[in-house]
Structures are given as structure tokens and as C-alpha cells.
């Protein structure tokens, strides 16, 4: 079993930066696959960005792309989602997901459902 827990999020104003934190605990895989998805009110479930913990390999969503950044630190076994010139349409639930081993075509991690575990998200609110 593996545990996400995301932190980071808060209450800002449009042009601000963040950078949000998922700490995994639990099980260890060779090359696990690590992902960010958001949920906005109302809204279906949208993917960020990925990255895969091998070789540092990233996927983003075209709508994020230039302003977000996804890293990730192997000692610490968490992976940051930097988040630059903040809109207010950025305002959703940001969750962190993990898939055990990266045995999917690269771009199939934009897919909600090749993910096996997820956290259960941090708040980020952008006021304009």
C-alpha cells in the first residue's frame, strides 16, 4: 500500500507562485510513475503533469504548460508541482497520484485511470 499526502495549497492572489508537495510513504517501486491532477467545483477531474522517477521524463497539460513546473526528489520520495503566475482559474483541489511501475506509453499518464493511488488533495484558491 501507498500513502500520498499533499500539502502546499492556501488562499492567494493572481500573479503569486506555489509550490505544492506530495510525500509518499508506504510500499517503494523501481519506477514508479507520479502525477498531478486538479478538480475544480463542478468541474470533471483535469490532468496537470507528470513525471516519471527514473529519468525524469515529464508530461504536461497544454494549459499549464510555461507556468507549471513537476519535479520530484527520490531521497525524500516526494515530488513538488510549482505553480508560477497563478490565475484564477487555477482555483481547484490539486491531488497527487502514483502508478507503481511506468508500463504504459508516456502519454497514457494524462489518463485518470492508469493510476493506482492517490492523495487526498490540498486546496488552492487564487483571488483576482
Not at 520530484?72 to 508560477?84: C, E, F, G, P
Not at 497527487?96 to 487526498?120: H, L, N
Amino acid at each position: 500500500q501507498v500513502q500520498l499526502v499533499e500539502s502546499g495549497g492556501g488562499l492567494v492572489q493572481a500573479g503569486d507562485s506555489l509550490r505544492l508537495s506530495c510525500a509518499a510513504s508506504g510500499r517503494t517501486f523501481t519506477n514508479p510513475v507520479m502525477g498531478w491532477f486538479r478538480q475544480a467545483p463542478g468541474k470533471e477531474r483535469e490532468f496537470v503533469a507528470a513525471i516519471t522517477r527514473s529519468d525524469d521524463r515529464t508530461l504536461y497539460a497544454d494549459s499549464v504548460k510555461g507556468r507549471f513546473t513537476i519535479s520530484r526528489d527520490n531521497a525524500l520520495s516526494t515530488v513538488y508541482l510549482q505553480i508560477d503566475s497563478l490565475r484564477p482559474e487555477d482555483t481547484a483541489v490539486y491531488h497527487c497520484a502514483a502508478r507503481p511501475v511506468a508500463d504504459y506509453p508516456f502519454t497514457y499518464y494524462s489518463r485518470p485511470q492508469t493510476y493506482i493511488y492517490w492523495g487526498q488533495g490540498t486546496q488552492v484558491t487564487v483571488s483576482s
